[in-house]
């Protein structure tokens, strides 16, 4: 979180934190799976590129908007990894 140095008036701290979390634990369990370091690397990347643009203007256009279907893997969150 500390790393994307968030804009706290817009709430960013608290959204980046929880998807970052579940996105190093959806790595975690790739890794664990078998996956690839590559393989693992891609998906860390790719999911790290979605968070790094969420913000209070772009949340509708980076995550998807039935939070109730949010899980660890990063495609059930972000729009453009479905």
Known sequence: DAL???FW???LGIARGFHSVLDACSAIVRWAGGASE???QQH???AFAQLKTLGART????????EKD????PS?????LS
């Open 44 to 46: 860390v990347a790719a």
């Open 9 to 11: 008036p817009e709430g």
């Open 76 to 80: 059930s969150r972000y729009r453009s």
């Open 4 to 6: 994307l140095e968030p």
């Open 70 to 73: 949010y899980a660890l893997a």
């Open 59 to 66: 949340r509708g256009s980076v995550l998807k908007s039935s």
């Open 38 to 40: 590559e393989v693992v």
